[in-house]
């Protein structure tokens, strides 16, 4: 009887002692013990089921084991984003509650519009997780099998094309209007709260164009319910090899790449942002996480908290600059 009891007594404790060895290195000691001491919440700007939705799930379950701690996705979708950024920023600043950020929360919508965040000042970036190139797609029924076609029946019939954006400052919305600028197309804007419906409703034919991230749409490519003219983007992909670029269908100019990361509401101590970071890119550096991320059309890419911090800087004065080339308004 003594055998049977200590045998399992023992290899408990070397389990435990192993959980604690892989643990060790994320884990940063604070006033209340070890970091984290608590589940995490990342919240997403979009609602359940759409493409930041599933990579960052995708991610979430990943690190929860790096860290120790549950990483529990808590949607909070509307206003591009800004809610759930709003919502971040004003969270306690213990790395409990982190936000997967993007190009619309930390690039583009501070570039059109006030918001009641800032995106510099009331963050402290984690890290990358992945980018993806925009697509240009058309409901099948659309009479055009090239850029050409749709830019000539867009002059021609103004009436009939609207595109769909995922609201007003998104990735959507500023590809559109510089495709338009640069090719002289004629489409009147749609915005929608988020991707998802947007594309439902090009897919509907309620709308008829729509710039979403290759990530969002690649399925309904492959499933035939959106039709790929071009990729907003320097070069073909892979998963589209047949689908040129808006630069080799005669339209320049027009490069739009989405990107999607982890920040941290600010005044987040810096141990706790290196912990989150160290714990990011492993999670990313996961074979399986990695084909989960990519078969659906966007590419992994790691970084440091201080490289994030510059791309955020640097997008935010790009798009600046878009907005009075292009004169976009929020309305």
């Known amino acids: 009887m003594k055998l049977s009891t ?14 604690i060895a892989v643990c060790a290195p994320f884990l940063t000691p604070s006033a209340h013990g070890a970091y984290p001491d608590k589940p995490i919440t990342l919240v997403v700007p979009t609602a359940a089921g759409g493409g930041n939705d599933a990579m960052a799930r995708v991610v979430a379950i990943k690190m929860s084991g790096l860290l120790g701690q549950q990483v529990i996705v808590e949607n909070k979708a509307g206003a591009n984003g800004a809610i ?21 929360t930390h690039g583009m919508s501070p570039a059109l519009q006030k918001l009641r965040y800032d995106p510099i000042a009331q ?30 029946l867009s002059k021609a019939r103004p009436q009939d094309f609207n595109y769909a954006s995922a609201g007003n400052g998104t990735a959507p919305h500023f590809t559109a209007e510089i495709f338009k600028l640069e090719s002289g197309a004629q489409m009147a804007h749609v915005p929608y709260r988020g991707a998802a419906p947007a594309m439902n409703d090009t897919m509907a034919g309620q709308t008829q164009v729509m710039f979403p991230s290759l990530f969002s749409a690649y399925t309904h490519v492959r499933s035939g319910k959106l039709r790929a003219l071009a990729l907003a983007g320097p070069k073909r992909s892979t998963l589209l090899p047949d689908v040129p670029t808006l630069e080799e269908a005669g339209v320049k100019g027009v490069e739009v790449t989405q990107w999607y990361a ?18 990011l890119n492993t999670a990313l550096a996961d074979k399986d996480v990695v084909r989960r991320i990519e078969e659906q059309g966007a590419v992994v890419d790691t970084s440091t908290p201080e490289q994030l911090g510059l791309t955020v800087r640097q997008e935010i004065a790009k798009w600046k600059g878009v907005v009075l080339k292009a004169q976009l308004t929020a309305d």
Do not use: C, W
């Open 6 to 19: 200590a045998r399992p007594a023992r290899r408990s404790l070397l389990a435990s002692a192993a959980l």
């Open 84 to 104: 759930a950024a709003e919502y971040v920023a004003r969270a306690a600043p213990d790395g409990h509650t982190i936000l997967f950020g993007y190009i619309g």
């Open 123 to 152: 963050f402290e970036p984690i890290g990358m997780v992945s980018y993806s190139a925009t697509l240009m797609v058309v409901n099948p029924k659309v009479a055009a099998n090239t850029v050409a076609d749709l830019v000539a």
């Open 262 to 279: 982890m920040f941290a509401p600010g005044k987040t101590p810096r141990p706790v942002v290196d912990q989150l970071n160290k714990a």
